[in-house]
């Protein structure tokens, strides 16, 4: 069974950092793909980024571009999404959830969310 243990959440000023972590269970980065979720207060979830760890590649939703970072290490089972720049609308519940396709839509596993908050 796929656990996913989602860290590093918290309260920041705009256009400062943070760096979450997915503690997953064993061989799930080399074996699944990652990804980060987000759902704002009223809105549906999305799509942040995605990595497939067999060939580090990576994938992001246009409005994080160049101010995030997902990365993983194979030997922790560890998934990182490094937030630079944030901005207000970046505060949102984070999720982690590893799949079988970076751009698919099948996710059955996923963490339980942390909470980003960034104040203007």
């Known amino acids: 069974q796929v656990q996913l243990v989602e860290s590093g959440g918290g309260l920041v000023q705009a256009g400062g950092s943070l760096r979450l972590s997915c503690a997953a269970s064993?061989?799930?980065?080399?074996?699944?793909?990652m990804a980060w979720f987000r759902q704002a207060p009223g809105k549906e979830r999305e799509f942040v980024a995605g990595?497939?760890?067999?060939?580090?590649?990576?994938s992001y939703t246009d409005s994080v571009k160049c101010r995030f970072t997902i990365s993983g290490n194979n030997a922790a089972n560890t998934v990182y999404l490094q937030m630079d720049s944030l901005r207000p609308e970046d505060t949102a519940v984070y999720y982690c959830?590893?799949?079988?396709?970076?751009?698919?839509?099948?996710?059955?596993?996923w963490g339980q969310g942390t909470q980003v908050t960034v104040s203007s």
């Open positions: 959830a590893a799949g079988t396709r970076i751009l698919g839509k099948d996710w059955p596993y």
């Open positions: 064993e061989r799930t980065f080399s074996r699944y793909v």
């Open positions: 990595i497939r760890g067999t060939t580090g590649y990576t």
